[in-house]
């Protein structure tokens, strides 16, 4: 059995055709990582799950004909003739629906559960460009899974500023870091007022980025998955500029921030040997600090991968 509905191409169509936009929604809702789904149970499961997603929205008194799959995993409903309360409700039965479990295979009772993020344009923002549209409708809505958020002009300009951001970010971590610079907080003894070391924390400057907070342009690095360069160039960077004051003959804690993801390989446990010696800067100044947002790995492999950069000698 197929899914016989219509795809984004003549999602596109129709909407060029409308007469007026009054009082028409388009509802716009991902399949969260629906991937995972055929990799772990097969296709024939995923798609036996779409079969079922299709059959239940069909049972909700939607249209066929405006009822469209915009990709694989990524379908839209055109609701005309509703008040915005009513397209409202439509979005949270849809919301409510992806909570509960969905059949693995026909006459089966194994299920899986499968969310979905939703987004929604209303009236005058369904015009123009569609496809990038419907793009930033689900982007603004953004995790948790299973968020529902109602497409405006303020979140068309923060995607927009978001797009943007991310593009300038990738141009400057090519550019040998462009903009990025290191900043040192005092780690300081209270009992006596003397400097023990130094917390190296990254900022990034850039004229048309404006002031990006740092907990910002590193979460763009994280999904980027180009945070590896910014903690390989930051550790270089203050490890040379600490050894070049001469903290490696002192009594000096050196703390820097890094992904977990990254301390956890092989590779990157000898880049920082190599550093260190590079610039002969003792491996007991030299603490390493996983970021706020990030979570460790304490399972024996990660301890092991952890307990083998701690006991390193020279």
């Known amino acids: 059995e197929q899914l016989e509905i219509p795809n984004g191409l003549q999602l596109e169509q129709d909407v060029a055709d409308l007469p007026s936009y009054r009082q028409v929604a388009l509802i ?7 991937s995972s789904v055929n990799e772990v149970y097969g296709w024939d499961v995923g798609d036996h799950v779409l079969l079922q997603i299709r059959a239940w929205l069909l049972q909700t008194k939607i249209p066929r004909e405006n009822l469209y799959r915009v990709s694989d995993d990524e379908f839209a409903i055109l609701v005309q003739g509703h008040t915005l309360e009513e397209a409202k409700r439509r979005a949270l039965q849809i919301q409510a629906r992806f909570l509960k479990p969905w059949q693995a295979y026909p006459n089966s009772s194994l299920t899986l559960y ?12 369904i015009g123009g460009d569609i496809r990038n549209r419907l793009f930033r409708a689900i982007s603004a809505a953004g995790a948790p899974a299973g968020s529902f958020t109602l497409y405006n002009a303020d979140l068309d300009r923060a995607i927009k500023k978001k797009i943007l951001r991310r593009k300038l970010l990738v141009n400057c971590v090519q550019q040998n870091m462009l903009g990025f610079i290191p900043y040192y907080q005092p780690i300081v003894d209270p009992a006596t007022g003397k400097w023990l070391g130094v917390e190296a924390l990254c900022r990034w400057h850039y004229p048309s980025a404006g002031q990006v907070s740092p907990s910002v342009f590193i979460d763009d690095l ?10 390989d160039w ?24 890094l992904s977990p993801k990254h301390l956890l ?15 002969d ?34």
């Not at 994280?222 to 903690?231: K, N, P, S, T």
Request: aromatic residues 10%; contains cysteine; negative net charge.
């Open 222 to 231: 994280e999904q980027l998955g180009m945070i590896a360069q910014l903690d």
């Open 265 to 279: 390989t092989s590779e990157y446990q000898q880049m920082v040997l190599d550093v260190l010696k590079k610039h």
């Open 28 to 34: 716009h809702f991902d399949l969260d990582d629906f």
């Open 234 to 257: 930051m550790l270089e960077t203050t490890v040379q500029e600490c050894a070049a004051h001469g903290f490696g003959s002192k009594a000096f804690i050196l703390d820097v921030n």
């Open 114 to 125: 499968c969310t979905a993020t939703i987004g929604m344009m209303w009236e005058d923002y």
């Open 281 to 314: 800067f003792p491996l007991e100044n030299l603490s390493l600090e996983i970021t706020e947002t990030g979570r460790f790995d304490f399972s024996p492999e990660g301890l092991c991968q952890l307990e083998a950069l701690r006991s390193q000698r020279w």
